[in-house]
């Protein structure tokens, strides 16, 4: 597999899955939900994870960001190897390497906007990197909001908080499981909006899963998954060439030839107009 971005230049791997599988259950009831999977996820660049219901998409990030186990292969952070680590050290590997961005965006009521930003780090005993912070927080457009708790926000805004919470640490990748999926189409394309300019702007690598093109055409490139099997890959996508590959993939039963829902602001060429 190649190492170039897309940008042509050589970039490092931030996370490697190699011969990845995921099984549940046995005989009768055993589900191959991971098939040998081998793909990797590099620095500075965004990717999108797609595939029908059931297709294993959900599996790989859960496998690669180490929230899950595998049954066989190996997951690689950086330089480290999940599977040899302990619970305990697994547990620091997620804290200081990885950030996580949930659907449900997971905010503690009783914090404010900025405690919940510095919670991880805080957990960790870790003081944050004021400018880095700073940076951060003016991205998403959060710097009048810090001292509001989560019921005095949108949805939006509390989406922005859990961006910058997983971005605040500095980890070394992030990711992204259906993370504007709770958002109105506006509400949504600014959270994109982010994640996009967190990978341009601070060299972030970010993994989404997703099943809209109009939020996969955010991404550097959109890798395909169907019966736990990477079976295709797009650089510089579209919502409507992600929309096409996604039609002819079984499983889909996608035959309407519309894109789900188109969000406010995008020009289907993942970018904002």
Not at 141 to 158: F, I, K, M, N
Request: contains cysteine.
């Amino acid at each position: 597999m190649t190492t170039t971005s897309t940008a042509g230049r050589a970039t490092a791997v931030a996370a490697r899955a190699s011969e990845l599988s995921k099984i549940y259950g046995q005989g009768e009831t055993r589900v191959v939900a991971l098939d040998r999977v081998s793909v990797d996820f590099r620095q500075a660049e965004f990717t999108a994870i797609m595939g029908p219901s059931g297709s294993g998409k959900s599996t790989l990030m859960h496998c690669v960001a180490g929230l899950d186990t595998f049954s066989s292969g190996s997951v690689r952070i950086g330089d480290t190897e999940l599977g040899s680590l302990k619970d305990k050290q697994l547990t620091k590997l997620r804290r200081d390497k990885i950030g996580f961005i949930f659907q449900a965006f997971n905010l503690l009521p009783t914090l404010t906007a900025q405690e919940n930003i510095t919670l991880p780090m805080d957990i960790a005993g870790r003081k944050p990197d004021a400018v880095w912070l700073d940076q951060v927080i003016q991205m998403v457009g959060l710097s009048s909001r810090l001292s509001h708790r989560p019921s005095q926000l949108s949805g939006g805004q509390q989406q922005r908080v859990a961006v910058a919470r997983a971005l605040a640490a500095k980890p070394e990748i992030i990711f992204g499981d259906e993370p504007t999926g709770n958002l109105d189409s506006r509400s949504g394309a600014e959270v994109l909006g982010f994640l996009r300019n967190s990978v341009r702007e601070l060299g972030q690598t970010v993994v989404m899963v997703t099943h809209d093109p109009v939020a996969a055409a955010y991404a550097d490139r959109v890798v395909f998954l169907a019966d736990g099997r990477i079976v295709d890959e797009i650089h510089h996508p579209t919502a409507d060439s992600v929309l096409d590959l996604m039609r002819s993939l079984p499983g889909s039963g996608n035959t309407s030839g519309t894109v789900p829902h188109q969000t406010a602001g995008f020009d289907g060429k993942g970018r904002t107009s």
